[in-house]
C-alpha cells in the first residue's frame, strides 16, 4: 500500500507573524515550495519546526550586490558559493547581483555566462541586473528589448567611473528603451566632471590619505547627478532608482522629484546609516578599511536618511555587498543590523523594516509575489528572528571570503536563528543544512509598458 504524502512539506509554528505593525500567533503551511496555508493550526506535515513565538517574517530580497564579478583588474572576493552562504546566515534568501559587461561585449552573452557561474554554486535563489555601458543601435533596438523580456528586467547604468559611465545621450536613449517595455532602471549617480576636478586638485597637493575620499566625492556630486536623472525620467517616462544614496541633499532631489509625480526611488546601505567620514580618518590604514563610494557622510546625513526610511522616502536598503580583500559592506550582516539599529531601537517599526528589506524590493525588482512577503502562493522563504539575542560581530562571524568588517567589535541585538528558503531549512542556529546549487534563476518581470 501507497503511504499517502502529508498535507504539507513543512510546517512552521506558533510563530509572529507580521501582519501591519501588529503580529499574530499563528502557523504557516508550505507545500512544493510555497506558503499554501496560514492558520491557528496546521498539523500533518512532513517536518515541523517550532518557532517558539518568535518572530516569522519573509526572507530579506538583497537586490544591490556584487558577487563574482572583475573589477579594475581585481575580483570580487565572493562568488555565487561564499556570497549566497553569507546572506543565508544573515536572513537573505534572495539577491540581485550585477552583470558587468565591457562595453565591448555583447550584453545578452555576458548575461548568459553571468548567469552560468550561479548554476550549481548559489544556494538560494537569485534575479541579475544587466549593467550597461554601451548604447549601440543593436542594443537599443534589439539586444536590450530582448532582454527585458527575457526576464532581465531591472537594468543599472552609472554616471561616473571611466571604464563604466554613459553620456548624457546614451542615458536617455536606455531610459526611452526601459520606458517602453516597462524596466526599472537603477543607476550610480555622481557627478563624474566634479569628481574628476576634485581629485586632480587633491593629488596635485599630495592630500592621499583615506579621509580626502570624501572630499574628492562630496554631496553635491551626488545631488547633480541625481537631479539630472530625475529630469530624464520625468522626460522619458522611465521608472529609476538611485543606489546607495547617501547624502541630505541628495535623498533631498529624489524627494522634490517624486512631489511633481517623477517615477524615482530611494536605496540606501548599513554603511550610510551606521558609519561616518570620520572613520575614514582613522590611524594608518584603519582609515582605508571604511573606503567605499559615495564616501561616508556626516551624522546630519545619517539622521536624514533615518527619517527618510521612517517617512517612506527611502524605499529600498540594501547591502551593496562588494567583497574586495580589506575591503567592502557586508551581506551577512544587511539585516542584523537594520533589525537591531533600526527596528529595536524605534527608528522604523516592523512593517517598515519588512518592507525596505524584502517586500519594497522584490516589487521594485519584478519578483513580487513570488518574493518579498508572506502570502498564499508566494515562495516559501522565512525567517525565525531571536529578538533577544545579543551578537558581536567579528571576521569570524560572516562566511565569506572576505578579510576585514567595518563593523567589528559592534553589538547587535536580534538575529536571524533560521532561514527557510523554499520550504527548506538551509540555516538553523548557525548550522548551515542547504547545499550549493540548491537555488534557482527567478525572472525579473517588466511592468506593463509604456
Not at 557561474?117 to 548604447?135: F, M, S, V
Not at 551624522?299 to 526610511?309: H, P
Amino acid at each position: 500500500m501507497i503511504a499517502q504524502r502529508a498535507r504539507f512539506d513543512l510546517v512552521v509554528r506558533d510563530g509572529l507573524v507580521a501582519v501591519g505593525d501588529a503580529t499574530v500567533r499563528i502557523d504557516l503551511g508550505i507545500r512544493d515550495g510555497c506558503v499554501r496555508a496560514i492558520a491557528e493550526r496546521l498539523e500533518d506535515a512532513t517536518q515541523i519546526v517550532d518557532a517558539q513565538g518568535r518572530l516569522v517574517l519573509p526572507g530579506g530580497v538583497d537586490a544591490h550586490c556584487h558577487l563574482g564579478q572583475p573589477n579594475y583588474g581585481a575580483a570580487c572576493a565572493d562568488d555565487f558559493r561564499s556570497g549566497t552562504l553569507s546572506a543565508a546566515c544573515g536572513g537573505t534568501t534572495t539577491i540581485v547581483p550585477f552583470a558587468m559587461a565591457h562595453a565591448s561585449d555583447p550584453l545578452a552573452e555576458t548575461v548568459a555566462a553571468y548567469r552560468l557561474k550561479a548554476e550549481g554554486r548559489a544556494l538560494i535563489d537569485y534575479a541579475i541586473h544587466p549593467t550597461i555601458q554601451a548604447a549601440s543601435a543593436q542594443m537599443l533596438e534589439r539586444d536590450l528589448p530582448d532582454l527585458i523580456r527575457g526576464g532581465y528586467a531591472s537594468l543599472k547604468i552609472f554616471t561616473t567611473y571611466d571604464d563604466f559611465r554613459l553620456g548624457d545621450p546614451e542615458i536617455l536613449a536606455i531610459l526611452k528603451v526601459a520606458a517602453v517595455h516597462g524596466a526599472l532602471v537603477m543607476v550610480h549617480a555622481e557627478n563624474d566632471a566634479i569628481i574628476a576636478m576634485l581629485k586632480q586638485d587633491l593629488l596635485g597637493r599630495g592630500l592621499v590619505a583615506p579621509r580626502f575620499h570624501a572630499k574628492a566625492r562630496p554631496p553635491i556630486a551626488e545631488s547633480e547627478a541625481i537631479h539630472r536623472i530625475a529630469s530624464f525620467a520625468e522626460l522619458t517616462g522611465a521608472e529609476v532608482l538611485i543606489v546607495h544614496v547617501s547624502s541630505r541633499v541628495g535623498l533631498e532631489e529624489v524627494m522634490r522629484a517624486r512631489a511633481r509625480g517623477v517615477s524615482i526611488h530611494a536605496e540606501t546601505c548599513p554603511q550610510y546609516l551606521l558609519l561616518t567620514e570620520a572613520d575614514l580618518d582613522r590611524d594608518g590604514l584603519e582609515g582605508a578599511k571604511f573606503m567605499c563610494s559615495p564616501p561616508l557622510r556626516t551624522v546630519d546625513d545619517q539622521e536624514a536618511l533615518w527619517a527618510g526610511m521612517a517617512q517612506g522616502s527611502v524605499a529600498i536598503y540594501s547591502s551593496d555587498h562588494s567583497p574586495y580583500r580589506l575591503a567592502g559592506p557586508d551581506g551577512k550582516l544587511r539585516q542584523p543590523l537594520l533589525f537591531s539599529e533600526g527596528y529595536l531601537k524605534g527608528r522604523i517599526s516592523l512593517a517598515q523594516f519588512i518592507a525596505l528589506s524584502s517586500t519594497n524590493a522584490a516589487e521594485r525588482h519584478g519578483i513580487a509575489p513570488q518574493k518579498g512577503s508572506i502570502a498564499i502562493g508566494g515562495d516559501g522563504d522565512l525567517v525565525i528572528w531571536d529578538q533577544e539575542r545579543e551578537t558581536t560581530v567579528t571576521r569570524d562571524l560572516l562566511h565569506d571570503n572576505t578579510d576585514h568588517t567595518p563593523y567589528e567589535g559592534m553589538r547587535v541585538r536580534g538575529w536571524p536563528v533560521t532561514t527557510i528558503a523554499r520550504g527548506e531549512v538551509i540555516v538553523d542556529d548557525g548550522r548551515v543544512l542547504g547545499v550549493a546549487g540548491r537555488g534557482r534563476f527567478v525572472p525579473s518581470k517588466a511592468r506593463t509598458a509604456s
